[in-house]
């Protein structure tokens, strides 16, 4: 089974422009490889129909055969289909906005719901989408039941760490994605190694369009942790900094904050849920939908 994710619950070529701006002029079904493949600062390990492997599979999560089949039986059909991220104002918000600027798209940490992909498909079926994830196997997966499904086209991945984005300077004009940031597994550590490496590779006046969850009371969390006898996790002993300042911390101009939702940890998330319900203790959790601009001035 998948280990995990601790909050839960994408050739160099020698072209003068190498932005994603130029999508427009190289067609969109067309130039999609070649679009993509103008940004990487290194060859990657290798490349195969539409998906390129950089290596560093260790930073994601673990799958095995028992998930491939789960998803290949229902869950993928389940993220594909479902309007959940079109019927949220606040998630509906960065999806206008994404397909509304016309600027490919690379999805971070897609996972198994592709992030904001399938819902930025149903309302544009042209804006070329780069998904990535540190795990190559999910990716292989998920191109399998696109191509079986015939819906492959415009979508290519990457499989990279976002600790270490093989990605030119300043070259992504949209990132964005779905407890992209939350799903890393370095505590604040990674969390500033990611959001340094996306710094980095964005455009001035680029955005990062994300989802990320953030815990209410992590002293309710520790009392938790102390009823149950279980070791805190690490990221609940290091210093707590809200996604808010993070962002602004690591450079970022937000443009838009907004409550995505609110819900309690349960016993069908994780054995913190679990051992919360048994301590009759509430662990809250909060997702916000943020729009982040890399300033103009940051060249
Ligand atoms: C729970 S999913 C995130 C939700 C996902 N965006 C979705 O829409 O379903 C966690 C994913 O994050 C990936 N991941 C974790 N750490 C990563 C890292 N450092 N770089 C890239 N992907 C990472 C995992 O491999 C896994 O597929």
Not at 161 to 184: C, E
Not at 197 to 208: C, S
Request: proline share 5%; aromatic share 12%.
């Amino acid at each position: 089974m998948a280990s995990c994710c601790p909050a839960s619950g994408i050739r160099a070529a020698p072209l003068p422009c190498h932005r994603f701006q130029r999508s427009r002029q190289i067609g969109i079904d067309r130039g999609i490889s070649e679009l993509f493949s103008k940004v990487w600062n290194r060859q990657p390990n290798e490349y195969e129909d539409g998906l390129w492997l950089f290596g560093r599979e260790e930073d994601g999560d673990y799958f095995d055969d028992e998930d491939a089949l789960r998803w290949q039986n229902g869950r993928f059909e389940q993220s594909w289909f479902t309007d959940k991220l079109l019927n949220n104002a606040a998630s509906r918000k960065l999806i206008d906005e994404i397909v509304g600027n016309r600027k490919p798209y690379v999805d971070l940490a897609c996972g198994p719901g592709m992030g904001l992909i399938p819902s930025i498909r149903k309302i544009s079926s042209e804006l070329p989408c780069l998904a990535v994830d540190a795990n190559s196997m999910l990716m292989k997966e998920w191109r399998k039941w696109l191509n079986r499904n015939g819906m492959q086209t415009g979508i290519e991945f990457a499989q990279f760490s976002l600790f270490d984005v093989p990605v030119k300077d300043h070259a992504v004009n949209a990132y964005g994605g779905f407890l992209s940031l939350s799903s890393t597994r370095s505590g604040s550590k990674g969390y500033d190694a990611a959001l340094a490496e996306i710094y980095r590779t964005l455009a001035p006046q680029g955005r990062l369009y994300v989802i990320e969850s953030e815990w209410v009371d992590v002293p309710a969390i520790l009392k938790v942790f102390e009823r149950s006898c279980l070791q805190p996790w690490n990221c609940f002993l290091e210093p707590q900094l809200t996604w808010h300042d993070r962002f602004l911390q690591s450079g970022f101009r937000i443009l838009s904050e907004e409550l995505y939702m609110n819900r309690s940890l349960n016993s069908e998330d994780n054995e913190l849920g679990r051992e919360a319900e048994k301590a009759g203790i509430r662990i809250g959790m909060q997702w916000n939908a943020y729009i982040l601009e890399k300033p103009l001035s940051a060249r």
